[in-house]
């Protein structure tokens, strides 16, 4: 009888233990989840915090003579065509820094669809297509930049209104700058987004 009770309580403290056992992994689990959800949001977040500041930074007015310091001379390049070739190495190093973030930032969205949202991939793309516009305007902006100062076409041979959309599109500044605001809305929509994960 005595042997009975102890098989019945050694069962029964092996059903407990089993039950607890399934209980914690259950819980680790979800730390777990909510741990990984919460560092790939806060990753994203911090990605596109970084995009919009170096993106910005691209875009001031001046350049200074030490981001040009790396760039290749030419023999025979006249003042004016080295003041636009410096011009644009510096504009166009200084889109490297939101170019890379940019690509983190896409890499980071491809973890986040299989663990967040598929969602999350989709607040990317304004993202991508602001540095787009940049990236094109910019190589447009020098190119006319060029042929100016080698005369193969005068100022007033373009479009004014194109001149001063490029110009407004490199070196932003204007009170109603829509390529800085798509990407300040792009950064907001996306926070918001991640919030839930966040908190």
């Known amino acids: 009888m005595l042997q ?24 680790w689990r979800a730390e777990l989840t909510g741990r990984t959800k919460f560092e790939i949001a806060r990753k994203i977040a911090l990605l596109a915090y970084q ?7 691209a875009r001031t007015t001046f350049t200074y003579a030490g981001e040009s310091a790396g760039r ?8 004016e065509e080295s003041n636009r070739l410096d011009e644009r190495y510096a504009r166009f190093a200084r889109l490297n820094r939101p170019q890379d ?12 669809e299989i663990i967040l949202s598929k969602e999350i991939a989709q607040q990317i793309q304004p993202f991508e297509g602001a540095f787009q516009e940049l990236a094109v305007a910019m ?11 080698r005369g193969r076409i005068r100022a007033d041979q373009v479009e004014p209104a194109e001149l001063w959309r490029l110009t407004t599109l490199v070196y932003g500044g204007s009170e109603t700058d829509a390529l800085r605001d798509s990407v300040n809305t792009a950064v907001a929509t996306l926070t918001t987004q991640l919030k839930q994960y966040l908190t």
């Open 4 to 27: 009975d009770v102890s098989n019945i309580l050694v069962g029964l403290s092996a059903v407990v233990v089993a039950i607890a056992a399934i209980i914690g992994l259950r819980q």
């Open 101 to 112: 973030t940019l690509r983190k930032l896409r890499e980071a969205t491809w973890e986040a």
């Open 72 to 79: 290749p001379r030419k023999e025979g390049e006249t003042r």
């Open 139 to 149: 190589e447009t902006h020098f190119s006319y930049q060029m042929d100016f100062a």
């Open 51 to 57: 995009f919009r500041d170096e993106f910005h930074a």
